[in-house]
């Protein structure tokens, strides 16, 4: 073999070994983010949020037996809980969580769960009944997004959207304001995008700034925060921010 081949291949090889070598030390540096990410370590969204923005937090039963009073001193300024889901079902820890945070300072609010198996109106009668309209709590919210197997390809966009209607409306009539929307990117496409442009919009966005083509009030941008006050088979808290002032977040309250 002639020297300047051999001189050749010897490069080429070097080239391979710092190429695989720079691969995996990209690899290991990715899982280890995506395992910080996962577990709470890191929460990508943090570099977007600053002293002056209004946090809160969102809690179902999953928090467990929660210390509203010592939830409430952190820096958290309003808190939504779970109510009901679908036409029947209540979720076991919200009477409780009700009434305990309205004995805090923070502004509290209830959400609902909405189904694709249940009439919108009935949805909404059975938040009301379990809900009563109650001076200075937020706006009711209708959370709307895919769950079990549920996607875009087997929903009709059109039928779901006639029965979020109905129960928004009903909501609305209810408590004489208009319900905040929660959903996350893929069920605003199918299901919000061009539609309900009056109503305030609560979108999750766990990695990145939303990137919509309207405005939003508030913002879910991690479901990995830890704080204390709660013992729960969940061991991490969603956490939002509302996009506006104090003043702006109080025009949410009920008179």
Same mark, same amino acid.
């Given at each position: 073999?002639?020297?300047?081949?051999?001189?050749?291949?010897?490069?080429?090889?070097?080239?391979?070994?710092?190429?695989? !070598?720079?691969?995996?030390?990209?690899?290991?540096?990715?899982?280890? &983010?995506?395992?910080?990410?996962?577990?709470?370590?890191?929460?990508?969204?943090?570099?977007?949020?600053?002293?002056?923005?209004?946090? +809160?937090?969102? !809690?179902?039963?999953? %928090?467990?037996?929660?210390?509203?009073?010592?939830?409430?001193?952190?820096?958290?300024?309003?808190? =939504?809980?779970?109510?009901?889901?679908?036409?029947?079902?209540?979720? #076991? &820890? =919200?009477?409780?969580?009700?009434?305990?945070? =309205?004995?805090?300072?923070?502004?509290? +609010?209830?959400?609902?769960?909405?189904?694709?198996?249940?009439?919108? /109106?009935?949805?909404?009668?059975?938040?009301?009944?379990?809900?009563?309209?109650?001076?200075?709590?937020?706006?009711?919210?209708?959370?709307?997004?895919?769950? +079990?197997?549920?996607?875009?390809?087997?929903?009709?966009?059109?039928?779901?959207?006639?029965?979020?209607?109905?129960?928004?409306?009903?909501?609305?009539?209810?408590?004489?304001?208009? #319900?905040?929307?929660?959903?996350?990117?893929? &069920?605003?496409?199918? =299901?919000?995008? +061009?539609?309900?442009?009056?109503? #305030?919009?609560?979108?999750?966005? !766990?990695?990145?700034?939303?990137?919509?083509?309207?405005?939003? %009030?508030?913002?879910?941008?991690?479901?990995? /925060?830890?704080?204390?006050?709660?013992?729960? #088979?969940? %061991?991490?808290?969603?956490?939002? !921010?509302?996009?506006?002032?104090?003043?702006?977040?109080? /025009?949410?309250?009920?008179?």
């Amino acid at each position: 073999m002639k020297t300047e081949n051999r001189k050749s291949i010897n490069k080429i090889a070097l080239i391979l070994k710092i190429t695989a !070598v720079i691969l995996c030390v990209a690899l290991a540096g990715a899982l280890c &983010a995506a395992y910080m990410v996962y577990t709470g370590l890191l929460i990508p969204n943090e570099i977007f949020i600053t002293d002056s923005d209004i946090v +809160g937090c969102d !809690v179902s039963r999953y %928090q467990g037996d929660i210390q509203w009073d010592l939830l409430a001193r952190q820096n958290i300024s309003f808190a =939504f809980i779970k109510a009901t889901e679908g036409s029947s079902h209540v979720d #076991p &820890a =919200f009477s409780e969580n009700w009434e305990q945070a =309205f004995q805090t300072r923070l502004y509290v +609010g209830a959400y609902h769960f909405f189904s694709f198996e249940s009439p919108g /109106e009935g949805q909404a009668q059975h938040f009301v009944e379990t809900v009563p309209v109650r001076k200075q709590m937020l706006s009711p919210v209708v959370d709307i997004e895919f769950y +079990g197997s549920y996607n875009e390809q087997n929903t009709d966009a059109p039928a779901i959207r006639e029965e979020l209607s109905a129960c928004l409306l009903a909501m609305e009539a209810a408590y004489g304001s208009k #319900p905040i929307i929660y959903t996350t990117p893929e &069920a605003y496409d199918h =299901f919000i995008k +061009g539609y309900y442009e009056d109503y #305030p919009l609560w979108i999750r966005s !766990v990695l990145t700034r939303p990137r919509l083509d309207r405005d939003w %009030q508030f913002w879910q941008y991690t479901n990995r /925060e830890r704080l204390d006050g709660y013992s729960g #088979p969940e %061991q991490y808290i969603d956490m939002n !921010v509302f996009h506006g002032t104090e003043a702006m977040l109080r /025009e949410l309250l009920l008179e």
